[in-house]
């Protein structure tokens, strides 16, 4: 009988600010963590990636590579960012292919949304379930799939 290779969640290389929290069991690597930022546990943030200061990750989140989230951002439960489109069909093992996905500051973002490779401005409201496939460049409240905007913020 085959033995499996077993890896453990770890927190390798990466940068981070001042009081930045990371809840185990979490998968945290190769990425930049600003001051005061929290990471939930059961959360992966993918290298390559940046969150602001006052970011808070909720558990359950997937961070893919080249995700860039700004500051005083909320990330609910479960939220998954995806860079491979498969527009082949199939996954693309060239990461200089994949989307970029770029999140402003004062962004709110329900549980269980999927995110592609976007950019998301400063203070808009993504709601719960969502799936956000284009840009949004209006500040807002934004649900559904596909997103869609549901009314202007202040």
Avoid at 43 to 54: D, F
């Amino acid at each position: 009988m085959a033995v499996p290779r077993i890896l453990k969640a770890q927190v390798v290389d990466v940068s981070c600010g001042e009081n930045v929290t990371i809840i185990e069991p979490a998968n945290v690597y190769g990425c930049t963590l600003d001051d005061d930022v929290f990471i939930g546990p059961f959360v992966e943030v993918q290298k390559n990636t940046v969150i602001g200061a006052r970011t808070k990750v909720q558990s359950h989140t997937f961070i893919c590579e080249f995700v860039n989230i700004g500051q005083d951002c909320f990330i609910g439960h479960g939220v998954m960012f995806a860079n491979d489109l498969f527009k082949d069909g199939k996954p693309d093992p060239n990461p200089d292919s994949w989307g970029r996905t770029n999140i402003g500051d004062n962004v709110t973002i329900g549980s269980n949304v999927t995110i592609l490779s976007v950019r998301i401005c400063s203070g808009t409201v993504i709601g719960a379930g969502s799936v956000v496939t284009k840009d949004i460049t209006e500040k807002g409240i934004y649900a559904g799939n596909p997103a869609k905007k549901l009314r202007d913020l202040p």
